[in-house]
């Protein structure tokens, strides 16, 4: 019997519950470090902090941030592959039938359930009227150990630049001008990039250009993924450019379940950069594609997030590596 190993690609199963909404609006009758995001797609920065400094935990290969909903505070997954606030519906029930439907592990959707949420804060940025899927997270709860409350997802940040550093267990917002720049003031990290690459977003999800085996390919950037994944349904002379280490099963959001295969990737060239023997998957992204509306190639997870100090514009919708300060936080 296979061994059932807790690998997570949060960006499978979080993915695919979209809608379309109109006209962004920041409501400052109350206060102007309370962003009202009322719309779907995106949020809107607060004005009173120039960089805000979040702490962050690693369980395992996920980021953890504490986070408070309404008068509940605790653990929320950093994930880029989800489009919105994500909860955690072992604890929060109220809700209702959204009329869509979400992909999971295995490439088979199921029915969203939306929320909202009346006040939401990480740290000293605040949220109001916050949209938010409903999903069951048990699974990773009963795998890791530790209580989710949801997922951290991209309508939150998509004002600000973040700047991850795993090395030093620190998440930095930048608030940005309208052109995307941040203060040299305010700059945390200073060092030249190793890698800068333009991103898309497609559906508040992040996605660039990967090459792989001479092909160029669409990958998503999610940070809530324990692993880089490749489609399996590629060319055969892609695929074969993975090494084979062994067979497990994928758990994904729901408690779906899919086997994998875990592996190696020869090479894999980002921007000007190449990475070599990169730890990987392959599995069924078909899920991914619907959620699109588009074919998705690929996964870059924690696999790639370690690699360096990983630096997210979303206005310049740009994506920079820096070499990780070895220096004592």
Same mark, same amino acid.
């Given at each position: ?36 995001? !009322?719309? /779907?797609? #995106?949020?809107?920065?607060?004005? $009173?902090?120039?960089?805000? @400094?979040?702490?962050?935990? %690693? =369980? ?26 994500v909860l955690n519906k072992t604890y929060f029930r ?60 991209? !309508?939150? /940040?998509? #004002?600000?630049?973040?700047?991850? $550093?795993?090395?030093?267990? @620190?998440?930095?917002?930048? %608030? =940005? ?153």
């Amino acid at each position: 019997m296979k061994r059932l190993l807790p690998l997570l690609l949060l960006a499978i199963c979080s993915l695919g519950a979209f809608a379309r909404a109109s006209g962004p609006g920041v409501d400052r009758t109350r206060d102007h470090s309370v962003v009202n995001l !009322s719309i /779907f797609y #995106s949020g809107n920065a607060s004005d $009173d902090f120039k960089t805000l @400094v979040i702490p962050i935990k %690693r =369980v395992q290969n996920l980021i953890i941030i504490e986070a408070q909903i309404d008068t509940i505070m605790g653990n929320f997954i950093l994930d880029t592959g989800s489009p919105i606030l994500v909860l955690n519906k072992t604890y929060f029930r109220k809700g209702w039938d959204a009329n869509l439907s979400a992909a999971n592990a295995g490439g088979t959707v199921t029915p969203v359930m939306r929320t909202k949420v009346d006040d939401f804060a990480i740290r000293e940025l605040f949220f109001e009227n916050l949209p938010a899927d409903l999903n069951d997270l048990g699974h990773i709860e009963n795998h890791r150990g530790i209580k989710i409350l949801g997922l951290l997802g991209v !309508s939150l /940040f998509t #004002s600000f630049e973040m700047v991850i $550093d795993v090395n030093k267990s @620190v998440l930095y917002l930048h %608030r =940005v001008d309208k052109n995307g720049l941040v203060p040299e003031s305010e700059k945390i990290v200073t060092s030249e990039p190793t890698l800068a690459i333009p991103f898309k977003l497609i559906r508040n999800t992040i996605t660039v250009d990967v090459m792989v085996g001479g092909k160029k390919l669409v990958f998503c950037v999610d940070t809530g993924a324990e692993a880089n994944a490749l489609s399996n349904r590629l060319p055969d002379k892609i695929l074969e450019t993975f090494q084979v280490s062994k067979r497990m099963v994928l758990v994904g959001t729901g408690g779906a379940q899919t086997e994998v295969l875990l592996g190696t990737v020869d090479d894999m060239i980002i921007g000007n950069r190449s990475f070599k023997n990169m730890y990987a998957t392959i599995t069924r992204l078909d899920g991914l594609g619907e959620a699109y509306g588009r074919s998705i190639d690929g996964i870059l997870g924690s696999n790639f997030l370690v690699k360096g100090i990983i630096s997210i514009n979303f206005v310049k919708k740009e994506l920079r590596m820096h070499p990780f300060d070895l220096s004592k936080p």
